[in-house]
């Protein structure tokens, strides 16, 4: 095994998920690659949300997570300070979750007066504006007002702007949140609606079948037909037959159903192409409905949780692109602090590899750095894991079980990475499967 003693490295904490599906890709055609400080992991990239209006006109863009823009008319120059006629294209990244933030490269020390400190963010944000593959930046007293709506319930945060180059954050000003009323009865119809995909109709008819060798000895609940019979019909037929009649066809498991039907008053003849509907087709068919069920009421929980973590809007005016960030220093309750031995498998190559300790309970993603003299610092009273990523994205993990079986150790831990089958993929995708790791 290939043995690591790691230290406490950048401390990055943040707030639980966000429900996205964000796919990760490693190129943007409005994107300028440049110089920069942020390194994504793995030189994998977030694909930013794209919106292309006119630079001459208010725009006002609404996000799917709550959060809200407000551009207004002629905000944009070129680097000459030129003012930009036409359209433009924004890009704007939020970073809520730990695998949003994971992936982004992005540092969360911050440094006052010669000490470092750790941030626990209230929403994070990356903005560029663009046009024919030019950056822009914003005009002179031009102000882009954002509202991020943050799933940290805490209102008092400071605001901080990063510098790329040097990784450093400024200190911008103080700010209070707007807390965020929302009725979670108000679920889009689509989530409360189970569609049907049946292309057929369902007859409740006793029908002979014993003369037609195929269906002799088959339980038989019900007959399909694709033709359309209107309810009313379908009660009538179900307690009025009188007669009924099935004959083979040229199509395989298709028949005609004769139907004679006669009542004091008229008689009636209907002839359907029916296929028998057989028990074993309804059981699976409950399952499947059961499973969808499941399904619907899974997603309706989990947006419930969603809107419930969007506590707060948090609304700042900008005067320039780049990365923002609403944050408050994070202050440990309980301090555990041991040299760390991590262990991986043999003939894995860890010449480049990412290392996170997760604490779920803090929101804190810690990145871990290399060393021969540094410590492990964290909360025994809280669960934790350790979370490798190799250079083909191979997820290894230590699962909070193996913390709590070292719980007494006093001057040092060892583990063994667990490799999983997880090839990190999209941040939404690690976010979903984090669970298992923990």
């Not at 923002?324 to 498998?345: A, S």
């Amino acid at each position: 095994m290939k043995t690591l003693l790691l230290s406490a490295g950048a401390l990055l904490l943040f707030t639980a998920c966000k429900s996205n599906n964000t796919e990760i890709s490693s190129d943007s055609k409005t994107v300028v690659e440049t110089t920069s400080w942020l390194t994504p992991i793995n030189a994998l990239r977030i694909a930013p949300e794209t919106f292309t209006f006119s630079s001459e006109e208010d725009k006002i863009i609404e996000l799917e997570t709550g959060s809200k823009l407000f551009i207004p008319a002629g905000s944009f120059v070129d680097k000459n300070g030129t003012p930009i006629h036409g359209e433009v294209s924004l890009n704007f990244n939020e970073y809520h979750s730990f695998g949003e933030v994971m992936l982004s490269g992005i540092t969360m020390k911050y440094d006052s007066a010669g000490v470092e400190q750790d941030m626990i963010t209230g929403g994070m944000f990356r903005i560029e504006a663009f046009q024919h593959g030019e950056e822009l930046e914003l005009a002179e007293k031009k102000r882009i007002k954002v509202a991020i709506a943050s799933n940290t319930g805490v209102e008092s945060m400071n605001f901080y702007k990063l510098n790329e180059s040097t990784g450093d954050w400024t200190y911008k000003q103080a700010g209070t949140g707007t807390k965020v009323k929302r009725n979670l009865l108000e679920i889009p119809k689509e989530k409360t609606e189970i569609a049907s995909k049946s292309n057929f109709n369902l007859l409740d008819i006793q029908v002979k079948t014993d003369h037609i060798s195929a269906l002799k000895g088959k339980e038989i609940v019900a007959w399909k037909t694709k033709e359309t019979v209107k309810s009313e019909i379908k009660n009538r037929l179900k307690f009025s037959i009188v007669g009924s009649e099935l004959f083979e066809t040229n199509e395989p498991n298709q028949y005609r159903l004769v139907i004679q039907k006669r009542t004091s008053e008229e008689k009636e003849k209907y002839e359907l192409i029916v296929e028998p509907y057989f028990t074993e087709d309804a059981i699976r068919d409950s399952k499947n409905v059961h499973e969808e069920m499941v399904k619907n009421m899974r997603e309706i929980d989990e947006y419930k949780q969603k809107m419930e973590k969007n506590e707060v809007v948090r609304t700042i005016e900008i005067a320039s692109m780049g990365v923002f960030n609403w944050d408050y220093l994070y202050h440990r309750e309980n301090i555990k602090e041991l040299e760390c031995y991590l262990n991986f498998p043999q003939n894995t190559n860890t010449d480049f590899v990412n290392v996170f300790t997760i604490c779920p309970e803090d929101n804190a993603l810690i990145r871990l750095n290399f060393s021969d003299k540094g410590h492990y610092i964290y909360d025994p009273n809280k669960r934790n894991c350790i979370i490798a990523v190799t250079k083909d994205n191979r997820v290894y993990y230590v699962p909070n079980s193996d913390f709590l079986s070292q719980k007494d150790a006093t001057k040092e831990l060892k583990f063994d990475f667990r490799k999983s089958d997880l090839v990190l993929s999209t941040a939404a995708n690690f976010d979903a499967q984090l669970h298992r790791f923990i």
